[in-house]
């Protein structure tokens, strides 16, 4: 991994190394199987935390370090989860999430970015701890609801692109932060993907509804 930290290549006057290119080039394509709700989302996932564990360490970024051992842990729930949501037509069914799904999945954003940031703060362990914590937190909850099939994971992920751009042009990663842009544009179609399969499930499935009342 060393190697990789310390070789790279040069973009438009901004070095990148070998770690970052990589590992972000396999979290954008993670973006693209999510979108086509395909079980290869989660092992190139596992591929990219590795990658980019090591590139925010020695960034001195340790909610964004940390965030990569919770997602290995949630990709791993995630692969297990969709293994048991397979659709011969829809691929892994997904739905809309429920109201108080969604007030729990802004809750724990908001109560775990607070509990992080201090955290953070009290470790001295970056020099962002609030933009680094709610990336953080906020990973978390965008990749359990997607482990869940809920379409809201989508709208989770466009707020931790917004929060996530700034923070990554401050710490010197402009490749990683150009990355965060293309994110934004692949989640927006991604939600408008899962938001009308979950429509069309919805949808046939009222009349098996209907009939049986």
Partial sequence: MEFLLRHGVT????????????????ALAVVFLARRRTLWTWPVQVGATALLFAVYVSAHLGG???RQIAILLISLYGWWAWTRKADP??????????AIERVAMASAFLAGTTAMALLLQALNASWAPWPDAAIFVGTLVAFAAQGAGL?????VWLVVDAIGVPLQISSGLYFSAAIYLVFAGL????????HKTAKQVRLEAAPVVTAAK
């Avoid at 989640?187 to 899962?194: A, D, E, K, M």
């Fill in 11 to 26: 973009v438009f006057g901004q070095w990148i190394s070998i770690a970052e290119l990589a590992g972000q080039v396999f």
């Fill in 64 to 66: 964004l370090a940390s």
């Fill in 89 to 98: 037509v829809y691929g892994i069914a997904v739905r809309d999430g429920r």
């Fill in 151 to 155: 379409v809201e994971f989508w709208l």
């Fill in 187 to 194: 989640v927006v179609h991604g939600w408008w993907s899962w």
